[in-house]
């Protein structure tokens, strides 16, 4: 994010120059263009064969210097803008890296006999996931994948979504409704009620709208009362000619971004009613290396002293990564911070006292006679006293 923002800083103050040299040009260009109508319409007063008079001739060469100068000076602008340009180009490799080849030395592993199926196999669930069947179905055929579940549900709640981003809430209402029951401490139902209420005012008229609300709303009306209020209220600016509404009503009133803020929540509540991932394994891969890449770049660069090259595995990440709540939660290794070693059923996670956590092999180690001091804080136990972490 840092780095988007880097460049938009560069790209903005091109954006602006561009279009203050532009309104600059157009307005001296338009001012030479009348003073050339203005000259042109004067000589055509003149008979045919007439010499131009002193003042004439004087006009024209000093609109002839003018356009001469203007020229200039539009050149000099335009070399100074394509070097603001620039900028903007050594800004974007400035921030950010064309090669990751470093980071992923074996990204061509992807490609062997073991993990090419697999790829494969991700691919398709995933174009299925998104609800894109056709596609995957000629991904299969003409990469001879095996079969590959379909998804079907899930390629059910994408059409939904989609519906929803196009400002039509139906097909997402039915599937509702047939989970009303697992659906009763959602807010969904009545968002998507709320929507429906909204676009039958703007299609058939407050009317209808109001006949909607007093059906469904009142079902709503304990654990929604603020947001129910503020949508009856909305009604009131759906009618023809009504003034422009306040900005707290403004987003109810806007299809398009009540669309999408419906879809990302019927998406996030229908996979937590179905006990599915919101993110296909393709997806949560790429989320997790897009998060990830830039700090291993940073990392691979330092890694060059003898004692620490032995942290960069091929089937491990040197650092804890954060995926954010869309991202997944997974589980770590354990990796001894006193050896350096990564933990083992022989050699597993013990926690001290005081909560500090080692291996057993340095608490081995660390154990002089009957006390053991931990190595970050200055409280002492007896080695008996640590007690062995499972991961589950």
């Known amino acids: 994010m840092d780095s988007c923002l880097g460049v938009e800083q560069d790209l903005d103050k091109a954006t602006t120059k561009f279009t203050g040299i532009h309104d600059h040009t157009n307005k001296i260009l338009q001012d030479l263009l009348t003073q050339v109508e203005n000259i042109k319409q004067e000589i055509a007063k003149q008979p045919e064969n007439e010499q131009l008079s002193e003042d004439q001739a004087l006009l024209v060469s000093e609109l002839a210097a003018t356009l001469k100068q203007t020229v200039f000076q539009m050149s000099t602008e335009h070399r100074e803008l394509h070097a603001t340009v620039s900028r903007v180009g050594k800004s974007i490799d400035r921030h950010f890296i064309a090669d990751y080849a470093t980071v992923a030395p ?35 055929g003409e990469a001879h994948i095996p079969p590959v579940e379909r998804t079907c549900t899930f390629a059910q709640l994408q059409r939904c979504a989609a519906a929803l981003s196009d400002g039509d809430p139906a ?21 998507l009620h709320r929507m429906q209420a ?20 009142p079902a709503y009306a304990s654990r929604h009362e603020r947001q129910l209020q503020a949508a009856v209220c909305a009604l009131a600016w759906c009618t023809p000619g009504a003034p422009t509404p306040p900005a707290n009503y403004a987003h109810l009133l806007d299809p398009k971004a009540l669309g999408a803020e419906a879809a990302e ?10 006990r599915l991932a919101a993110l296909s394994p393709l997806a949560g891969a790429v989320v997790a290396g897009a998060r990830v890449l830039p700090a291993l770049h940073d990392i691979r660069a330092k890694m060059s002293h003898p004692n620490v090259i032995a942290a960069w595995a091929d089937d491990e990440l040197p650092l804890e990564v954060e995926l954010g709540e869309d991202g997944g939660g997974y589980h770590s290794v354990f990796a001894c911070p006193i050896l350096r070693q990564q ?43 640590a007690r062995q972490i499972y991961f589950s």
């Open 343 to 385: 933990a083992s059923e022989l050699n597993p996670p013990m926690r001290l006292l005081c909560g500090h956590v080692i291996s057993r092999d340095a608490l081995n180690k660390l154990a002089m006679g009957v006390k053991l001091k931990c190595p970050y804080c200055p409280m002492e136990q007896s080695p008996a006293e």
């Open 171 to 191: 097909p997402a209402l039915q599937w509702a409704e047939k989970r009303a029951q697992e659906l009763a401490h959602s807010p969904l139902p009545f968002t």
């Open 106 to 140: 074996k990204a061509e592993s992807f490609c062997s006999e073991t993990n090419r199926p697999i790829m494969e196999q991700a691919i398709a669930q995933h174009l299925y996931r998104q609800g894109l069947e056709d596609v995957g179905d000629v991904f299969v």
């Open 198 to 217: 909204l676009k039958l005012a703007r299609e058939q008229g407050v009317v209808s709208a109001i006949e909607y609300v007093r059906k469904e709303f």
């Open 265 to 274: 929540l019927f998406i996030r509540e229908s996979c937590a009613v179905l």
